[in-house]
T-cell receptor
Framework: DAGVIQSPRHEVTEMGQEVTLRCKPI?????LFWYRQTMMRGLELLIY????????DSGMPEDRFSAKMPNASFSTLKIQPSEPRDSAVYFC????????????FGQGTRLTVV | AQSVSQHNHHVILSEAASLELGCNYS??????LFWYVQYPGQHLQLLLK??????LVKGIKGFEAEFIKSKFSFNLRKPSVQWSDTAEYFC?????????????FGKGTHLIIQP
């Protein structure tokens, strides 16, 4: 199993543009999380899904952020329009949901909005 | 809501020194506790975890952590650090009452080991 795969690894875009981050999770893991990492705020949980259904999106900073999980093998995080303060590393992670199960992280997407 | 506090944002040690990184959590119920490590330019990897049983947990690379329920703490320790331990360390908590509920992370501790 190749693990959690995120694309792109790096994204540089201009303010106002739409950005789509992609995640291909490990099969057999029912929970999928999107995190954002910055120097100022550390790791923040943005949203998580269980069996493809969004459970808690209270961490999504604004309406400009949206996430989808159309099936068990794919999820997207979209920012529209993007702003410089969205610059961060975005991680996708999965876990099985069983008590004590660890989370497996993707390599992250480093987003820079100029 | 659960929260995690890591006391030291930056720690600088010499090789062979002993390490202890503090972690306190806030949650009213029973919890699962984790320490993750993030090496420069890499993703987070699990160091160790606690969900029940012996409160002293041993992980990879000689790390261990002790769960002290009365203090809501889960401090990470290593008796003798190496240069390769330079990384960011994150403590995390999730409720153990069914479902993932989202891992809540501390802000991390940046550990630098000087040769």
């Amino acid at each position: 199993d190749a693990g959690v795969i995120q694309s792109p690894r790096h994204e540089v875009t201009e303010m106002g543009q739409e950005v789509t981050l992609r995640c291909k999770p490990i099969s057999g893991h029912d929970y999928l999380f999107w995190y954002r990492q910055t120097m100022m705020r550390g790791l923040e949980l943005l949203i998580y899904f269980n069996n493809n259904v969004p459970i808690d999106d209270s961490g999504m900073p604004e309406d400009r952020f949206s996430a989808k999980m159309p099936n068990a093998s794919f999820s997207t995080l979209k920012i529209q329009p993007s702003e410089p303060r969205d610059s961060a590393v975005y991680f996708c992670a999965v876990c099985g949901g069983v008590r004590g199960t660890e989370a497996f992280f993707g390599q992250g997407t480093r987003l820079t909005v100029v | 809501a659960q929260s995690v506090s890591q006391h030291n944002h930056h720690v600088i040690l010499s090789e062979a020194a002993s390490l202890e990184l503090g972690c306190n959590y806030s949650y009213g119920g029973t919890v699962n506790l984790f320490w993750y490590v993030q090496y420069p330019g890499q993703h987070l990897q699990l160091l160790l975890k606690y969900f029940s049983g012996d409160p002293l947990v041993k992980g990879i690379k000689g790390f261990e952590a002790e769960f002290i329920k009365s203090k809501f703490s889960f401090n990470l320790r290593k008796p003798s650090v190496q240069w390769s331990d330079t990384a960011e360390y994150f403590c995390a908590v999730t409720s153990s009452g069914g479902g993932a509920d989202g891992l809540t992370f501390g802000k991390g501790t940046h550990l630098i080991i000087q040769p």
